[in-house]
């Protein structure tokens, strides 16, 4: 966790700074439920992301329309007091939403497909692909500072570690 402190990216007021995660992990006993509720460890995670996030000050929150993602999220929101947004992957535009939040710090809960595919638009580059269906750790980060885009794609396993991939 010391690394979202004590790196310089996440506290430049002019820097737009965008955190993706996928939701957390979901009941699986009904394969026909389309909307699932999370699980034990899924609400676990959650209250580790509301952790994680509780020292960066998170503008804006948000996430599909889902069960899953929106009460992977609910921690954070409740301890930060923000409303979550809900929003359709395919009905962003990136270009207005990187102007609507310039030099903000949002967070944003999606898919195992969608989050991969908003950082690659996020980053101009088809770089990370598909989360693997029983990964609910990763931690994607854009920052964009004066045109510059960075990315780092972190992993938090409920246990605690962090594994990280700086770009």
Same mark, same amino acid.
């Given at each position: 966790?010391?690394?979202?402190?004590?790196?310089?990216?996440?506290?430049?007021n002019?820097?737009?700074?965008?955190?993706?995660?996928?939701?957390?992990?979901?009941?699986?006993?009904?394969?026909?439920?389309?909307?699932?509720?999370?699980?034990?460890?899924?609400?676990?995670?959650?209250?580790?992301?509301?952790?994680?996030?509780?020292?960066? %000050?998170? $503008? @804006? +929150? /948000?996430?599909? &329309?889902?069960?899953r993602?929106?009460?992977?999220?609910?921690?954070? !929101?409740?301890?930060?007091?923000?409303?979550?947004?809900?929003?359709?992957?395919?009905?962003?535009?990136?270009?207005t939403?990187?102007?609507?939040?310039?030099?903000?710090?949002?967070?944003?809960?999606?898919?195992?497909?969608?989050?991969? %595919?908003? $950082? @690659? +638009? /996020?980053?101009? &580059?088809?770089?990370?692909?598909?989360?693997?269906?029983?990964?609910? !750790?990763?931690?994607?980060?854009?920052n964009?500072?004066?045109?510059?885009?960075?990315?780092?794609?972190?992993?938090?396993?409920?246990?605690?570690?962090i594994?990280?991939?700086?770009?």
């Open positions: 966790m010391s690394f979202l402190y004590s790196c310089n990216l996440f506290n430049n002019k820097c737009t700074s965008i955190y993706l995660i996928r939701h957390s992990e979901k009941i699986r006993t009904d394969q026909n439920e389309k909307d699932p509720l999370l699980n034990k460890r899924g609400l676990l995670r959650a209250q580790k992301w509301s952790e994680i996030f509780e020292q960066i %000050e998170i $503008t @804006n +929150i /948000l996430s599909t &329309n889902t069960k993602t929106i009460s992977t999220v609910i921690p954070t !929101s409740e301890k930060k007091r923000l409303k979550i947004e809900i929003y359709r992957p395919k009905d962003i535009s990136h270009e939403f990187l102007k609507e939040n310039k030099g903000k710090k949002v967070l944003i809960v999606g898919h195992s497909n969608t989050v991969p %595919e908003t $950082t @690659n +638009i /996020l980053i101009k &580059n088809k770089f990370y692909n598909q989360i693997e269906d029983n990964n609910n !750790s990763n931690l994607y980060f854009v964009i500072c004066d045109g510059i885009i960075s990315h780092e794609l972190l992993y938090y396993p409920i246990e605690g570690q594994i990280k991939d700086s770009i």
